[in-house]
Structures are given as structure tokens and as C-alpha cells.
């Protein structure tokens, strides 16, 4: 089967970060469903995983976490998809990644694809609505109070994949009021139109403009990009007994300075559940069943920003530098295979 991978962690400016390969088609087993791959998507991980994973001498890995497609084989212990079932889902950190013909996936991590949406437009969604829904409802849980504070949830990086559906999800299934970050006037506008009641401007520092509102302090603060840089801000704006989350990888991070006002501090890695195969690791699945259904219903849309085309290494190249230029709006998506 075609797919694409690499041998060596290289900069994606270099030709071999990323090559056209040809890999054995995979075997279901247990509750796995074997996937023909129509479209992926493409995360932040992505190009992490790219940098600093390397194979083992001589093999091949392959890249990719968001995938919409079709079963076209099923484990002995499968229950709950037949053959032909149209799905997405965002898979699991210790397998095959989906930037491949064929995929290999636990089915309690999978979702029954929209019906009125596209195989791109779906390929958008599943890694960045788990990461946001577990967030938002598992970790921080921001349906609860905080006491004497109006309920308020500030995003910090709002243009970005995980944040366009974070603002939707508050927004439909809240009555949080939600402040976003941009900086650009497009980055902006995409914001205001996921949802976001205020916007702020991340280039600048965050506590005074956040006091400006008529919000007052938020009780919840969901940063998904440079928290390291944001910290000192964060902890200035957030209310006393708030809540705070975060989803990056800062280089260090000082938890002390939360003491002073009691903040609790959430982690979120949507591969929990699967890489240590949880009680509860079928939420996931549940969870993007529940997400299907919101945007059949309209009430939240896909998150895709750029479709680059076909899934081959040139394409994946161009869309590991996109991310990492900070420039992505949205998410970016490619879909189908070379003739």
C-alpha cells in the first residue's frame, strides 16, 4: 500500500523528513477495523513526533493521527462497525499513524463520520474535538462555578485547530461567555466567527485587556500555544480559585505561582486514553458520535482551513511547515492518493 514516512528525525526543508513509501497492507485483529484512508489531517504532534522520533534501524514511520474513511475490514472481536460503515476518528500515539492507504484502529476510539459533511471536511475534526471536549468538560469542567466569578472561559491561541472547536463546543453547549485570542485581522474574524464574544490580543499583554472586559477575571483559562510565554498573564488575569489548562509543551513550567490564588492546574493529551487502554477509553469513540451529530444538526462546522491536496510526502512537507510557521488557520487537510 502507498503511504508516507520517514527513516531519520530531519528539518522539513530536507527531501528525506518526508518520502512516498510502499508498506505491507495491515491484518485486523481483535477489536480492530482496518480503514481504506479517504483524507487526513494534520496536528502540531505531527511535526513533533517527526523531529524527535526516530524508527527503529531500517524501518519506516509513518505520521498521521486524524483520518475520515471507510471499514473495509474488522477484528473477531469487533461490535459496534461493519464493513462499509463511513467513520473518523484521531487514533492512537503508539501505532501506525494514517498518512497510509490502509490503518489499523481500536474502534471504541472511533466515530461514525458526519453525514453531511465531505471526507475532508470531516479529516478535520476528530484529534482537535476530543483534545477540546476533554478539556473543556473532562478536565476543566467549566459547567461548574466559581464562586462570586460570572462564568467566563478565556482560549488563548483561538485560530488554531484545537481552539476553532473549543469556542464552538462552549459556545452550543455552555453558557460560559468565551474570549478568544488573535492577533491578525483574519485571525480575528475567523474567531468571531466560530463564536468567541470578545477577542483579545495575544501580542500584548493579556491582563489588562482581559480587566477591560465586562466579564471580569474568568474562572477558566484554556491555553493551547506558548504558555511558558503567557504564564505571568495567566495567572495575573485568571480569577482567585480558577481553574487553568493547558495542552503545549513548555519547556519548564513553575506551578508555584498558582499557590496564591488556590488555581488548579489540568493537564489534557487526547492519547491517554488509548496508549494506556483506560476504563473509560470508549468515551472517545462516544465523544465523536456526539460531535457527528452537532454538526449534522448545524450546530457547529468543521474547522478545515486549507485543503493542500493529495496525500503524498511533497504535500505532507508543505503542510509540516505551514504549522510550523504559526501561520495555520484552522486545520489543513489533505485527501486522496496519487492515481
Given at each position: 500500500?502507498?503511504?508516507?514516512?520517514?527513516?531519520?528525525?530531519?528539518?522539513?526543508?530536507?527531501p528525506?523528513s518526508?518520502?512516498d513509501?510502499?508498506?505491507?497492507?495491515?491484518?485486523?485483529?481483535?477489536?480492530?477495523?482496518?480503514?481504506?484512508?479517504?483524507?487526513?489531517?494534520?496536528?502540531?504532534?505531527?511535526?513533533?513526533?517527526?523531529?524527535?522520533?526516530?524508527?527503529?534501524?531500517?524501518?519506516?514511520?509513518?505520521?498521521?493521527?486524524?483520518?475520515?474513511?471507510?471499514?473495509?475490514?474488522?477484528?473477531?472481536e469487533?461490535?459496534?462497525?461493519?464493513?462499509?460503515?463511513?467513520?473518523?476518528?484521531?487514533?492512537?500515539?503508539?501505532?501506525?499513524?494514517?498518512d497510509?492507504?490502509?490503518?489499523?484502529?481500536?474502534?471504541?476510539?472511533?466515530?461514525?463520520?458526519?453525514?453531511?459533511?465531505?471526507?475532508?471536511?470531516?479529516?478535520?475534526?476528530?484529534?482537535t474535538?476530543?483534545?477540546?471536549?476533554?478539556?473543556l468538560?473532562?478536565?476543566?469542567?467549566?459547567?461548574?462555578?466559581?464562586?462570586?466569578?460570572?462564568?467566563?472561559?478565556?482560549?488563548?491561541?483561538?485560530?488554531?485547530?484545537?481552539?476553532?472547536?473549543?469556542?464552538?463546543?462552549?459556545?452550543?453547549l455552555?453558557?460560559?461567555?468565551v474570549?478568544?485570542?488573535?492577533?491578525?485581522?483574519?485571525?480575528?474574524?475567523?474567531?468571531?466567527?466560530?463564536?468567541?464574544?470578545?477577542?483579545?490580543?495575544?501580542?500584548?499583554?493579556?491582563?489588562?485587556?482581559?480587566?477591560?472586559?465586562?466579564?471580569?477575571?474568568?474562572?477558566?483559562?484554556?491555553?493551547?500555544?506558548?504558555?511558558?510565554?503567557?504564564?505571568?498573564?495567566?495567572?495575573?488575569?485568571?480569577?482567585?480559585?480558577?481553574?487553568?489548562?493547558?495542552?503545549?509543551?513548555?519547556?519548564?513550567?513553575?506551578?508555584?505561582?498558582?499557590?496564591?490564588?488556590?488555581?488548579?492546574?489540568?493537564?489534557?493529551?487526547?492519547?491517554?486514553?488509548?496508549?494506556?487502554?483506560?476504563?473509560d477509553?470508549?468515551?472517545?469513540?462516544?465523544?465523536?458520535?456526539?460531535?457527528?451529530?452537532?454538526?449534522?444538526?448545524?450546530?457547529?462546522?468543521?474547522?478545515?482551513?486549507?485543503?493542500?491536496?493529495?496525500?503524498?510526502?511533497?504535500?505532507?512537507?508543505?503542510?509540516?511547515?505551514?504549522?510550523?510557521?504559526?501561520?495555520?488557520?484552522?486545520?489543513?487537510?489533505?485527501?486522496?492518493?496519487?492515481?
Open positions: 500500500m502507498r503511504a508516507v514516512g520517514y527513516q531519520t528525525p530531519l528539518p522539513i526543508d530536507n528525506a518526508l518520502q513509501i510502499d508498506l505491507p497492507k495491515p491484518v485486523p485483529s481483535g477489536r480492530d477495523l482496518l480503514v481504506e484512508i479517504r483524507a487526513v489531517s494534520v496536528n502540531p504532534v505531527d511535526t513533533k513526533v517527526r523531529r524527535s522520533a526516530a524508527p527503529d534501524a531500517g524501518q519506516w514511520r509513518v505520521l498521521g493521527w486524524d483520518a475520515a474513511g471507510i471499514v473495509v475490514g474488522t477484528g473477531p469487533v461490535a459496534d462497525f461493519a464493513i462499509g460503515d463511513e467513520v473518523f476518528y484521531a487514533g492512537a500515539l503508539d501505532r501506525p499513524g494514517t497510509a492507504e490502509f490503518h489499523l484502529v481500536d474502534e471504541r476510539i472511533v466515530g461514525r463520520k458526519p453525514r453531511s459533511l465531505n471526507w475532508a471536511e470531516a479529516a478535520a475534526l476528530p484529534l474535538a476530543i483534545t477540546a471536549w476533554e478539556m468538560f473532562d478536565r476543566l469542567d467549566i459547567r461548574r462555578s466559581v464562586p462570586g466569578v460570572k462564568p467566563a472561559v478565556l482560549i488563548i491561541g483561538g485560530a488554531g485547530g484545537v481552539s476553532s472547536i473549543a469556542i464552538q463546543l462552549a459556545r452550543v455552555t453558557d460560559v461567555t474570549i478568544a485570542t488573535a492577533s491578525r485581522p483574519e485571525t480575528r474574524d475567523w474567531v468571531k466567527s466560530l463564536g468567541a464574544h470578545h477577542v483579545v490580543d495575544h501580542s500584548r499583554p493579556l491582563a489588562a485587556q482581559v480587566a477591560a472586559l465586562p466579564t471580569g477575571a474568568p474562572g477558566f483559562v484554556f491555553s493551547t500555544t506558548q504558555t511558558d510565554r503567557h504564564m505571568p498573564e495567566i495567572i495575573a488575569l485568571i480569577a482567585p480559585q480558577g481553574h487553568f489548562g493547558l495542552i503545549d509543551d513548555p519547556a519548564a513550567l513553575d506551578a508555584l505561582p498558582l499557590k496564591k490564588k488556590s488555581l488548579s492546574l489540568h493537564w489534557e493529551l487526547m492519547f491517554t486514553r488509548p496508549l494506556f487502554g483506560t476504563a477509553m470508549g468515551r472517545q469513540g462516544e465523544i465523536l458520535n456526539d460531535v457527528s451529530r452537532l454538526v449534522d444538526d448545524g450546530r457547529i462546522r468543521t474547522t478545515l482551513g486549507r485543503n493542500l491536496g493529495l496525500i503524498t510526502a511533497a504535500n505532507l512537507r508543505q503542510s509540516h511547515a505551514l504549522i510550523e510557521s504559526g501561520q495555520a488557520k484552522g486545520k489543513i487537510v489533505l485527501e486522496g492518493f496519487p492515481g
